[in-house]
């Protein structure tokens, strides 16, 4: 099926993201003064920039590791339906874990993955997500922090991508539509 002809415009610029990621890696640094060693670990694929950007803010020692759960495919529509695709390579257990998600939408992906790593018993486990959709909620879950709320609206750029266009793009950008003339 061909792609629908879309223009973006940006929502968030670059700079703007970076002046968040600063105060929220501050506050993330804070509530985990106490730990020997914060596990960051990054939902893919969307959060590779957020989470490169956020590890390198932190000042403290920290362990990365990554899952890829998903619920879009190449989509515009969550299936509601989330597979685990890539696993940890580390165990959790008795360790500080910081889930790092691009995007809660209709929250059922990082309902479904904290529910998985809290059942690994780590010692502590909190969720930090760059966007928040609260209007497209389908489950009670909130991240522990959120970058910024926006409105319905599909976006794309700093990681998250359309049908694997656009992650590289420096600000998060608003997909537009527009009918070929």
Request: aromatic residues 8%.
């Amino acid at each position: 099926m061909p792609e629908r002809p879309y223009v973006i415009d940006e929502m968030i610029s670059a700079k703007a993201i970076a002046a968040r990621i600063e105060t929220l890696s501050r506050e993330i640094a804070a509530a985990f003064a106490d730990t020997d060693k914060l596990v960051v670990v990054g939902l893919l694929r969307g959060s590779f920039i957020f989470i490169a950007d956020l590890v390198r803010e932190l000042d403290m020692a920290i362990e990365v590791d990554f899952i890829e759960a998903s619920s879009y495919g190449d989509g515009m529509q969550s299936s509601r339906e989330v597979r685990i695709l890539k696993d940890l390579r580390g165990a959790i257990e008795g360790r500080d874990v910081l889930v790092v998600e691009d995007i809660v939408d209709t929250g059922h992906t990082l309902n479904h993955v904290m529910r998985l790593l809290r059942s690994r018993k780590p010692a502590r486990l909190k969720s930090i997500a760059l966007l928040d959709k609260p209007s497209r909620r389908e489950v009670d879950f909130s991240a522990d922090w959120t970058g910024f709320e926006i409105p319905d609206a599909f976006v794309v750029g700093y990681g998250i991508d359309y049908a694997q266009r656009n992650r590289n793009l420096p600000h998060i950008g608003k997909v537009r539509f527009v009918d070929p003339a």
